[in-house]
């Protein structure tokens, strides 16, 4: 199996969605390929600028696990230049008279949420949880969440989020 562990935190080694995407890969098992995209950003989309790799390397993975901090309500700009390079019409959706049509279907994505506060899924400012799961639907895709919420409340909100986290991701390894 092909994991593809996606990165988009600022934050280093202090990273929760970080320290969550490595355990989520290593649960698994598996070739892990990285893509940090801190590390090595990818441009704002342009006309030119489309990254045939980056969408190869998203085709070939069975298993793609993304770390989704939430930056100002949403994902990082960083990942969404990421996204951006998925989003291929003719190759990942199709616009159809009846609607669109998501073209991946068969693979797997975990992604791996981290905020500092706590949104429920119908809080007018989560644009994090909503977003992703909308994006890899249009693809064709249901992606799992795994959720490090409300880590900057206090330490031991921290520490029960990530005790929360690390108990779905025995779940969704098992
Ligand atoms: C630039 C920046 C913007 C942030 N915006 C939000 C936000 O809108 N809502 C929130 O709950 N937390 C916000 N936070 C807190 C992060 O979501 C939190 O620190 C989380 O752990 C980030 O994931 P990471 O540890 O993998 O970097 C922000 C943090 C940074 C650095």
């Known amino acids: 199996m092909t994991i593809l562990r996606i990165d988009s935190s600022i934050s280093g ?4 969605s970080r320290h969550l995407t490595a355990d989520i890969a290593d649960q698994l098992g598996g070739e892990v390929v990285h893509r940090d995209l801190v590390a090595n950003p990818l441009t704002h ?3 030119r600028g489309q990254n045939p790799d980056v ?3 998203f085709m070939a993975a069975d298993t793609i696990v993304v770390g989704a901090p939430m930056y100002n309500f949403t ?3 960083q990942l969404k230049a990421w996204l951006d ?7 990942t959706f199709a616009y159809l008279p009846e ?4 073209l991946v279907g068969d693979k797997r994505v975990i992604v791996a949420l981290a905020s500092g506060g706590v949104y429920a899924d119908d809080n ?7 977003y992703l799961k909308a994006f890899f639907n249009f693809l064709g895709i249901e992606p799992e969440f795994v959720e490090a919420l409300g880590v900057a409340i206090s330490p ?10 690390g108990s779905q991701i025995e779940r969704l390894a098992a």
């Open 124 to 130: 007018p400012f989560e644009h994090n949880k909503s």
């Open 85 to 91: 390079r998925l989003a291929v019409a003719g190759t």
């Open 13 to 16: 080694a202090d990273s929760v």
């Open 156 to 165: 031991d909100a921290r520490t029960e989020a990530l005790g929360k986290a």
């Open 75 to 77: 994902v990082p700009s």
């Open 45 to 47: 989309l342009t006309e």
């Open 99 to 102: 609607g669109p049509k998501g």
């Open 55 to 57: 969408l190869a390397e």
